[in-house]
């Protein structure tokens, strides 16, 4: 079992900055892809970006150029930079992690809130 915990989400005006942060409760990025994903109010949860094992990421188009996922395999963390921060990036973000195994496995963090609003 691994468990994640996000941090570092709160309010911020539109432009600004936030780091998230989420760690999870053993080592297992080597094994792993990290992502985080967000829902904003009434919508799905949507894929915002994601790291693998061998630190290929992806990013939604949404995001591109204002997000950077990074990790810090010595603190078991996984980081999200975010800049320019817009009123539509508003949401939970959820941290995820799915194994890169044939035995697929899923764990998802209780989220943290971002506010963007002036």
């Known amino acids: 079992q691994v468990q994640l915990v996000e941090s570092g989400g709160g309010l911020v005006q539109p432009g600004g900055s936030l780091r998230l942060s989420c760690e999870a409760s053993?080592?297992?990025?080597?094994?792993?892809?990290m992502a985080w994903y967000r829902q904003a109010p009434g919508k799905e949860r949507e894929l915002v970006t994601q790291?693998?094992?061998?630190?290929?990421?992806e990013y939604s188009d949404t995001v591109k150029g204002r997000f950077a996922i990074s990790k810090n395999i010595a603190k078991n963390t996984v980081y999200l930079d975010m800049i320019n921060l817009r009123p539509e990036d508003t949401g939970i973000y959820f941290c995820?992690?799915?194994?890169?195994?044939?035995?697929?496995?899923?764990?998802w963090g209780q989220g943290t809130q971002v506010t963007v609003s002036s």
């Open positions: 053993r080592d297992i990025f080597h094994m792993y892809t």
């Open positions: 790291i693998t094992s061998g630190d290929a990421t």
């Open positions: 995820h992690a799915q194994s890169e195994r044939i035995k697929v496995v899923k764990y």
